[in-house]
């Protein structure tokens, strides 16, 4: 069982930049890792994700914005957003999952954590 506790969340405003942070209770090794969000109203969507070797996959929507990174020493997975755009606005989930055939549906959730852009 692996718990993932999201941090850094906030406010700000349309440009500007926030890192998210993800800590793990166990070891993320061997997991593939990522993000989801879920704005109001709309349904969770898949953000990215980094692969043990640190092959990352980003949906367009942020890519060339966003950044992730792990530190598997630390059991932490980073999340960079830059140039934010208030349909940013969403609460973002970590995730973990042990295969990325079914990272769609990953084996584990963080509570997640509030992201508003002010325009």
């Known amino acids: 069982q692996v718990q993932l506790v999201e941090s850094g969340g906030g406010l700000v405003q349309a440009g500007g930049s926030l890192r998210l942070s993800c800590a793990a209770s166990?070891?993320?090794?061997?997991?593939?890792m990522g993000w989801f969000r879920q704005a109001p109203g709309k349904e969770r969507v898949f953000v990215t994700s980094?692969?043990?070797?640190?092959?990352?996959n980003y949906a367009s929507s942020v890519k060339g914005r966003f950044t992730i990174s792990r530190d598997d020493a630390r059991n932490t997975v980073y999340l960079q957003m830059n140039d934010m755009k208030p349909e940013d606005t969403a609460v973002y989930y970590c995730?973990?999952?042990?295969?990325?055939?079914?990272?769609?549906?990953?084996?584990?959730w963080g509570q997640g954590t509030q992201v508003a852009v002010s325009s």
């Open positions: 980094i692969a043990w070797n640190s092959r990352t």
């Open positions: 995730v973990a999952s042990r295969n990325i055939a079914t990272f769609m549906v990953p084996d584990y």
């Open positions: 166990g070891s993320i090794s061997s997991y593939f």
